[in-house]
């Protein structure tokens, strides 16, 4: 069964620093990853889906990347705000029985 | 508009009732899923279905129960069996069945036991 992680479980930042979220899996046979931010009390939404053949996917100042060999992806942010305070959530879609699996989340804190 | 629709966002069960959650989406995607959240926690598996007529299991499909009549919709039952049913539930869908796409969720429903 896929296991995913996210380190660090929080993370509290000033506002206007680059920071990274770490996602590590534990079955490569993935066909995507996806992060998510999920705000308190709602649904996710969705903020980039790497392809299991693409290395990286980026949204404004948002970065993806993803090491499929090493189990892993990071989520780089640049130049937080606080409106990114929320919580980051990674998962990923299994090649062998196409369940999505979620990692425990980072919850992010950016504060002005 | 587009999406996928959770009702009703809040639900109060008593003790033995089986209460039923709806999940229903336009975007003409096969594969549907139903998760729980935990205060603090991430989401857990509960269900998922890549076509009409099929479901699996996930890791906590103990107490629950999913039908998948039509490809818009993926009910999601909580049975009295459930004994701690408590929580954050969550549906989401995406195109599917190779799963190379990337998935949608409703706002939710929020289940409290009285």
């Known amino acids: 069964k896929q296991e995913v992680t996210q380190i660090p479980a929080a993370l509290s930042v000033p506002e206007g620093e680059n920071l990274v979220l770490n996602c590590s899996f534990t079955?490569?046979?993935?066909?995507?990853l996806q992060w998510f931010r999920q705000d308190p009390g709602k649904g996710l939404t969705s903020l980039l889906l790497?392809?299991?053949?693409?290395r990286e996917q980026t949204s404004g100042r948002l970065n993806a990347s993803l090491d499929k060999s090493s189990g892993r992806s990071t989520l780089y942010i640049a130049a937080s705000q606080p409106g990114d305070s929320a919580t980051y959530l990674c998962a990923t879609t299994s090649y062998n029985n196409n369940d999505m699996r979620f990692g425990a989340g980072t919850r992010l804190t950016v504060k002005p | 508009d587009g999406g996928i629709t959770q009702s009703p966002k809040y639900l109060f069960r008593k003790e033995g009732q089986n209460v039923t959650l709806s999940c229903e989406q336009n975007?003409?995607?096969?594969?549907m899923y139903w998760y729980r959240q935990d205060p603090g926690q991430g989401l857990r598996l509960i269900y998922y279905s890549q076509i009409v007529n099929d479901f699996q299991k996930g890791d906590i499909a103990e107490g629950y129960s999913v039908s998948r009549e039509k490809k818009e919709s993926f009910p999601l039952t909580v049975t009295s069996a459930q004994k701690n049913p408590t929580a954050f539930y969550l549906c989401?869908?995406?195109?599917?069945?190779?799963?190379?796409?990337?998935?949608?969720f409703g706002q939710g429903t929020r289940l409290t036991v009285v």
């Open positions: 790497i392809q299991s053949s693409q």
């Open positions: 975007l003409n995607h096969d594969a």
């Open positions: 079955d490569s046979a993935i066909y995507n």
């Open positions: 989401a869908s995406s195109l599917g069945p190779q799963g190379n796409t990337e998935a949608f």
